[in-house]
């Protein structure tokens, strides 16, 4: 199986950056997609980005593409997501998660993080 811990969130002011990461361990992630969720109180967790491990294919959910940045560092086996121009409305819990296939649906993951909160203010 796949191990994931995401770390980075915080507090950060509205307009600010910050970038979460997700360090995996156990099987190599040559074969899987790696996503970024996230989940506010009372809401569905919904799908922001996510990349293709093996080739580093991007793809995004429209209203974050602006926005938010996902990248990999192979050799440390991590993924990053990079936002900017961060809203109040971005507050969240935010989860790593792993799937074999490009993927939107959460249900399409196999593994998750423990999640990571971060917390925008106006």
């Known amino acids: 199986q796949v191990q994931l811990a995401e770390s980075g969130g915080g507090l950060v002011q509205a307009g600010g950056s910050l970038r979460l990461s997700c360090a995996a361990s156990g099987r190599t992630l040559s074969s899987y997609t790696m996503g970024w969720f996230r989940q506010a109180p009372g809401k569905e967790r919904e799908f922001m980005a996510g990349i293709r491990w093996s080739d580093g294919y991007t793809y995004y959910e429209d209203s974050v593409k602006a926005r938010f940045t996902i990248s990999r560092d192979v050799a440390k086996k991590t993924v990053y997501l990079q936002m900017d121009s961060l809203k109040p409305e971005d507050t969240a819990v935010y989860y790593c998660?792993?799937?074999?296939?490009?993927?939107?649906?959460?249900?399409?993951?196999?593994?998750w993080g423990q999640g990571t909160q971060l917390t925008v203010s106006s």
């Open positions: 998660a792993g799937g074999w296939i490009v993927a939107y649906e959460k249900s399409l993951f196999d593994y």
